[in-house]
């Protein structure tokens, strides 16, 4: 169902026609935000900035039912989707992190061991899309303008830029919790343009971090929230309510060569802010959208993605992150419209994942829910094994809900290995919280069209994934140090994201069907009339062409 409310053909106040949007826009800009679920836009809707998200959400065309149609549902999968086009399995990022069986290794995303830092601390610094195995549309901008239409992505995470950003980009930046600074690698430059320089000499992450955390709005604007001080919450060594003294919380965490802890600013709203600051500055300098050549930017929020895991989705933190966040795109915006003009610019506003309740929260409401500890599981599946088998190294270990056997050690012991997989699979059901676990083979040549099995299969790369895949229950979450809630699911918490268009020719529609968000890079490519991705399967949203 589409609900259109205005055209994109503007008129005057005597009817003639004002004017026609230009035939491509000049800047195409996405804004991701980690860990926001589409509820959230709904319940704090009317206490946003009519100038921020709202703005968004009453003058773009806004889909209320878009998701991710992949179980593996993190960070850089999400990012990588949005930007190929392409599920999963066929661009490769199926997880933060995958083990490498043949290397004998977790492999992260984005690590480059050939390439190096620039600007920046040696440990941030080994990054590039090497990994990604599919273009995107920033590629492909790039070789239909010849190089001339300048791509960029920035991000606190070096994964969320560089899969923005793709292959052939100008630049990702990323931030380097070390320094306090922007940097990148020479996957992409030799060194940092001065203006880059000039911004990280300015001190803003100084600037940030001694200052406090306090609540920025009334406090019946968070009435729908859990108690600020709770049981459930972890927050910062153990304080989980308002206010929260950075400067004094930076400096107790502070580094052995440092003064202070600079990856704080990824657990609070103003690395959001930060961000923001960075990307118009790189607008600014870049030149970017001052041609007739669109030049696409990435924008990647990722606060509210480490407020959520400590603090859970209800809490006042996360909710003062959101309110912090709308006053950054409402900048954002206003700076858009004013250097480059809304009818020159194209958003589109979404988020890489959503996120569950706690389950102690939920547990309140007498909804079932809990955590599944798998580190007591592979533990006891080692046993099981050994048992069954004889003594031996039979796991190598766990990780993103899947469970990697020792694969050589099992073909040496001349036992099936599929059948060891079953076995697990049958073993792994058996814990509280799991509600289904598949052995590998379920997935090398099915064709599933619908449900989690599908999602489990568009998380699926042969030399990528475990042995045995789980699912848990609804509303269970893994335990994992201090977070006390997980992402990471096939469930609506999760999958069920934002997506919303704003500038250049978008109508102001509301859009009920159900759509995928592999759809964003297909959309861009048919709209700016460059090839698709080579491994994209999204449609284009039509609604966007009328």
């Given at each position: 169902m589409v609900i259109v409310i205005?055209?994109?053909?503007?008129?005057?106040?005597?009817?003639?026609t004002a004017y026609i949007p230009p035939e491509k826009p000049k800047l195409v800009v996405g804004i991701v935000v980690e860990q926001l679920r589409y509820d959230h836009l709904e319940q704090y809707r009317s206490r946003l900035a009519e100038n921020g998200i709202r703005l968004l959400l009453n003058e773009g065309t806004y889909y209320q039912n878009a998701s991710y149609e992949y179980m593996l549902t993190q960070s850089a999968p999400g990012h990588a989707t949005i930007s190929t086009g392409a599920e999963p399995f066929v661009h490769g990022i199926t997880s933060d992190s995958w083990y490498a069986s043949l290397r004998n290794e977790l492999v992260y995303s984005t690590a480059d061991n050939s390439v190096d830092p620039v600007g920046g601390s040696y440990e941030s610094g080994q990054r590039s899309p090497v990994n990604l195995l599919a273009s995107t549309?920033?590629?492909?901008?790039?070789?239909?303008?010849?190089?001339?239409?300048?791509?960029?992505?920035?991000?606190?995470?070096?994964?969320?830029?560089?899969?923005?950003?793709?292959?052939?980009?100008?630049?990702?930046?990323?931030?380097?919790?070390?320094?306090?600074?922007?940097?990148?690698?020479?996957?992409?430059?030799?060194?940092?343009?001065?203006w880059m320089n000039d911004f990280n000499a300015s001190g803003y992450s100084d600037i940030f971090l001694d200052g406090s955390w306090t609540l920025l709005r009334p406090l019946e604007d968070y009435i729908d929230c859990v108690p600020d001080s709770n049981a459930f919450e972890a927050g910062f060594d153990g304080v989980n309510y308002f206010p929260y003294d950075l400067k004094k919380m930076s400096t107790k965490r502070k580094l052995l060569t440092r003064e202070k802890d600079y990856?704080?600013?990824?657990?609070?709203?103003?690395?959001?802010?930060?961000?923001?600051?960075?990307?118009?500055?790189?607008?600014?300098?870049?030149?970017?959208?001052?041609d007739d050549v669109t030049d696409f930017l990435t924008i990647c929020f990722s606060a509210t993605d480490n407020i959520g895991h400590r603090f859970g989705p209800s809490s006042f933190e996360l909710a003062d992150a959101v309110y912090r966040l709308d006053k950054d795109i409402a900048e954002?915006?206003?700076?858009?419209?004013?250097?480059?003009?809304?009818?020159?610019?194209?958003?589109?506003?979404?988020?890489?994942?959503?996120?569950?309740?706690?389950?102690?929260?939920?547990?309140?409401?007498?909804?079932?829910?809990?955590?599944?500890?798998q580190?007591?599981?592979?533990?006891?599946?080692?046993?099981?094994?050994?048992?069954?088998?004889?003594?031996?190294?039979?796991?190598?270990?766990?990780?993103?809900?899947?469970?990697?056997?020792?694969?050589?050690?099992?073909?040496?012991?001349?036992?099936?290995?599929?059948?060891?997989?079953?076995?697990?699979?049958?073993?792994?059901?058996?814990?509280?919280?799991?509600?289904?676990?598949?052995?590998?083979?379920?997935?090398?040549?099915?064709?599933?069209?619908?449900?989690n099995l599908?999602?489990?299969?568009?998380?699926?790369?042969?030399?990528?994934?475990?042995?045995?895949?789980?699912?848990?229950?609804?509303g269970w979450v893994e335990k994992k140090d201090d977070h006390v809630t997980e992402h990471n699911s096939p469930y609506e918490c999760d999958t069920h994201v934002p997506l919303i268009w704003?500038?250049?020719?978008?109508?102001?529609?509301?859009?009920?069907?159900?759509?995928?968000?592999?759809?964003?890079?297909?959309?861009?490519?048919?709209?700016?009339?460059?090839?698709?991705?080579?491994?994209?399967?999204?449609?284009?949203?039509?609604?966007?062409?009328?």
């Open positions: 205005s055209q994109s053909l503007f008129f005057n106040a005597r009817g003639q549309f920033s590629d492909e901008l790039k070789m239909a303008t010849n190089g001339l239409a300048k791509v960029y992505a920035v991000g606190m995470k070096d994964n969320s830029a560089i899969l923005s950003a793709g292959h052939s980009a100008d630049a990702a930046y990323w931030y380097d919790s070390f320094t306090g600074t922007w940097m990148t690698s020479n996957y992409y430059m030799d060194s940092l343009p001065g990856s704080l600013l990824n657990e609070v709203p103003f690395g959001n802010s930060l961000t923001n600051q960075f990307a118009m500055k790189l607008i600014e300098k870049e030149e970017l959208g001052l954002l915006l206003a700076f858009l419209n004013d250097k480059i003009g809304k009818r020159n610019i194209l958003v589109y506003f979404t988020s890489a994942h959503g996120v569950s309740e706690i389950p102690g929260i939920r547990e309140s409401y007498r909804i079932p829910s809990g955590f599944f500890i580190n007591q599981a592979i533990q006891l599946l080692r046993s099981y094994l050994n048992v069954l088998y004889g003594e031996g190294n039979w796991v190598k270990g766990y990780s993103e809900k899947q469970v990697f056997l020792n694969r050589e050690f099992i073909e040496d012991a001349k036992i099936d290995l599929d059948e060891m997989r079953q076995r697990v699979a049958r073993f792994m059901v058996q814990f509280a919280g799991v509600a289904s676990a598949y052995p590998y083979s379920a997935f090398e040549a099915n064709d599933f069209i619908d449900g599908l999602r489990i299969s568009n998380s699926f790369n042969p030399k990528r994934t475990g042995d045995v895949i789980i699912i848990l229950n609804p704003y500038g250049w020719s978008v109508n102001r529609a509301t859009v009920t069907r159900k759509v995928n968000l592999t759809a964003i890079s297909a959309t861009l490519s048919s709209l700016l009339k460059v090839p698709y991705p080579n491994a994209c399967t999204g449609e284009p949203l039509f609604e966007l062409f009328r």
